[in-house]
Every structure is written in C-alpha cells, then in structure tokens.
C-alpha cells in the first residue's frame, strides 16, 4: 500500500512538472516566436522598394510608424511646409545655387504632392530638404561611392520637430529633370513607406 502511495505522489509530481513546463514553453512561443510572426507577416505589410530607388544609390529610415501614417492626412489636406537649403561645396567651385533656385526646387516637390502648401496653420508637417553638392576635391571625403554622382538630395518629414522619415538619393548631372525625378522618387518612397500597423 506505502509503495503504491508512493508510486502516485511520484507520478502526481511528474505530471505537474510537465504540465508546468508545457505552460513555460506555449507563453514562450507565443510572446516572442508565434506573436511576433503573426505581428509582420500578417498584421503589417511588407514596404518593396520602387524601381526609382534602385537606378542611383538611396536609402531610407522610418524614424516613427505611426506618425509616419498620420501625416498622410496632412499632406492630403495641404498642410505642410517646404524649407529648403543647400550645402555648397567648399574645395570645389560651388554652382548648385545658380544652376537651380530653391523656388524652383520647391516647385518639385509641390508637383509631386499634387497639392500646395495651405497658407495661415497652426499644424503642419515639415518638409525640409537639403541639395547637397558633391565636394569632389573633400580631401576628408569618407566614401568615394560617389565619383560620378552631382550631389545628393536629403529630404526629412517632421511633425512637432520630431523625426518621421527621411530618405537621401544621389543625382548623376546637373539637370533639372533629373533633379525632379529624384524628388518625385522622394515623395513617392515616403508614400510607399506607408503600412499598416497594430
């Protein structure tokens, strides 16, 4: 009788035990195996990049999701504000400034939105840019990915001076069109960096 009580208290133990370490394993897996999976795959949709990010060297950082999706509906309604600036080559003679005037380059982006700026609100989404002049002659030059490339475009979306987005592309030549393309690629990545979230 004393062994079969004994024989009971043992498997009682071991069953507890397993059930125990059945329990463990399913909260595991759910909070940081099956959840997280469920969370990208199905709750969020995958970002594939546009062609146009692929013809010149561009990355892009979403600094803020849900900001990011809000400010949709301030750019659709005309709430925002361009400020515009260039950063000049100091080693090379600089000739970004009279080659293209920020009214001009304000133009492009403005045709890319499809919507200009509201005049007279209290909020609105900043659009700042930066035309940046390749320095050709930078004896501190870090990277020489760009040999061939004009300058740069770096163009941050902030709401309340908080980072949203930001996406930076190289321009080939000093041409106008092209300078429009990649702002319109701009514009367009942003738009695209758009997804659902929980």
């Known amino acids: 009788m004393n062994h079969k009580r004994q024989s009971l208290i043992v498997n009682n133990f071991f069953t507890l035990a397993s059930i125990v370490m059945i329990s ?12 997280d999976d469920y ?3 199905d709750l969020k949709e995958k970002v594939i990049p546009l062609s146009c990010e692929k013809q010149t ?4 950082k979403v600094f803020n999701q849900k900001l990011l999706n809000d400010s949709m509906k301030a750019l659709d309604k005309g709430h925002y504000k361009l400020e515009g600036a260039y ?8 000739i970004i400034e009279d ?7 304000n133009s492009f982006y403005i045709k890319s ?27 501190n030059k870090k990277t020489k ?12 979306f902030k709401a309340d001076d908080k980072d949203i987005f930001k996406f930076y592309i190289d321009f080939n ?3 106008k069109n092209e300078i429009a393309s990649k702002i319109d690629c701009s514009i367009k990545v942003y738009e695209n960096s758009v997804k659902k979230i929980q």
């Open 24 to 35: 463990i394993t399913i909260i595991l897996y759910s909070k940081y195996i099956s959840n």
């Open 39 to 41: 969370k990208n795959d």
């Open 57 to 60: 060297f561009s990355t892009s």
């Open 87 to 94: 950063t000049k080559s100091t080693y090379s003679d600089s």
């Open 99 to 105: 080659f293209i005037s920020l009214d001009e380059i």
């Open 113 to 139: 939105l499809e919507i200009s700026p509201k005049e007279n609100i209290n909020k609105y989404l900043t659009i700042s840019y930066k035309i940046i002049e390749n320095d050709k002659k930078d004896p």
């Open 145 to 156: 990915d760009c040999k061939l490339c004009s300058g740069s475009i770096l163009t941050s």
């Open 173 to 175: 030549l000093y041409d």
